[in-house]
């Protein structure tokens, strides 16, 4: 079963200052992995999406496929990016079928301080 | 405009009750979702459809069950509620067009709790 980790439950920095999120996959194949945030009482979105290659509020995430990563980082954080971010790879079941299901990390809560 | 609903949003209700917690969407999209989450925690999906007439129990257990008679609604069902159900419930979509194909939209939740 594909499994996704991310080592940090809660991750503090100043305003300012560079940010890097970790997540690591266990996975087969090509993964298509997604970066989601939910910040206070919003719900849960899309931050971006690693086919995409973008850069979104600043954020950007590279796959490495070779140490399996798929960390989200910025180089400067703002106090607005204190969130909840989930790392979540699609989910392929072993006849190579996805139905879209997602494989949601375990979060990491990331408070910028001023 | 297109959107995911959740209703209630909150619900306190005794033990043993029925419940069932209505998600719709007008995304147009094919497959939905029900997560799990305790708050600050992880998601467990404990249901999803890809289709009319199709459902399937996700990756957590759950006493829940749902049904998907029409596209857009997919509701979640308990038939006797208990405090260990106590949860927030996520309901979410996805099936949009090119490279938000596997994009999930989610609703806003239902945050349930069980006397």
């Known amino acids: 079963a594909q499994r996704v980790t991310q080592p940090e439950k809660l991750l503090s920095v100043f305003k300012g200052a560079p940010v890097e999120l970790k997540c690591n996959y266990s996975?087969?194949?090509?993964?298509?992995l997604f970066w989601y945030v939910q910040y206070s009482r919003q719900r849960l979105q899309l931050l971006l999406r690693?086919?995409s290659r973008e850069s979104i509020k600043g954020f950007t995430a590279d796959l490495n496929k070779g140490e399996t990563s798929f960390h989200l980082k910025k180089p400067f954080a703002q106090e607005e990016d204190s969130a909840m971010y989930y790392c979540a790879p699609l989910s392929i079941n072993a006849g190579g079928t996805s139905y879209g299901k997602l494989t949601f990390g375990q979060g990491t809560i990331l408070t910028v301080h001023p | 405009e297109a959107d995911i609903y959740q209703t209630p949003r909150y619900l306190v209700i005794g033990t043993g009750k029925k419940i069932t917690l209505e998600c719709s969407q007008t995304m147009g999209h094919d497959k939905m979702y029900w997560y799990q989450q305790d708050p600050g925690m992880e998601l467990h999906l404990i249901h999803y459809?890809?289709?009319?007439?199709?459902?399937e129990k996700g990756d957590l257990s759950s006493e829940s069950t749902v049904s998907r008679i029409r596209t857009e609604h997919f509701p979640l069902t308990l038939e006797s509620a208990r405090p260990s159900h106590t949860s927030q419930y996520l309901c979410?979509?996805?099936?949009?067009?090119?490279?938000?194909?596997?994009?999930?939209?989610f609703g806003p939740g239902t945050r349930l709790t069980v006397l």
């Open positions: 979410a979509s996805s099936g949009g067009a090119g490279v938000s194909y596997n994009e999930q939209f």
């Open positions: 690693h086919i």
């Open positions: 459809s890809y289709g009319v007439n199709s459902t």
């Open positions: 996975y087969s194949g090509s993964p298509e």
